[in-house]
Nanobody, 118 residues
Framework: VQLQASGGGLVQAGGSLRLSCVAS??????????MAWFRQAPGKEREFVAAIRSDAITDYADSVKGRFTISRDNAKKTVYLQMNNLKPEDTAVYYCAAGLPGRTYGYWGQGTLVTVSS
């Protein structure tokens, strides 16, 4: 299983970006796994951002609730993170992750950099 994240870039505060995470692997389906986005800012620990479970239930960190939306396209094996009203504190490398229900996230993408200027 491989996860390829993309969509990062430089955006002004208040702007929007959409991150994508494409999964590959013969038996991998995004609807079977819990999929999530994490981020790591410079000098900080990695933190949870959002998740969509195999049953489609979503969860968000308090810092992004109401601004970010996680979704998935099963046919395209892709998970998205729509980020609106971005703030400078959202600047980080964003990673997508996958894990079977009840287990830790065992698969990770390479990360995509999001930079929000003030």
């Amino acid at each position: 299983v491989q996860l390829q994240a993309s969509g990062g870039g430089l955006v002004q505060a208040g702007g929007s970006l959409r991150l994508s995470c494409v999964a590959s692997g013969l038996t991998f389906t995004v609807s079977t796994y819990n999929m999530a986005w994490f981020r790591q800012a410079p000098g900080k620990e990695r933190e949870f951002v959002a998740a969509i479970r195999s049953d489609a239930i979503t969860d968000y960190a308090d810092s992004v609730k109401g601004r970010f939306t996680i979704s998935r396209d099963n046919a395209k094996k892709t998970v998205y993170l729509q980020m609106n009203n971005l703030k400078p504190e959202d600047t980080a490398v964003y990673y997508c992750a996958a894990g079977l229900p009840g287990r830790t996230y065992g698969y990770w993408g390479q990360g995509t950099l999001v930079t929000v200027s003030s």
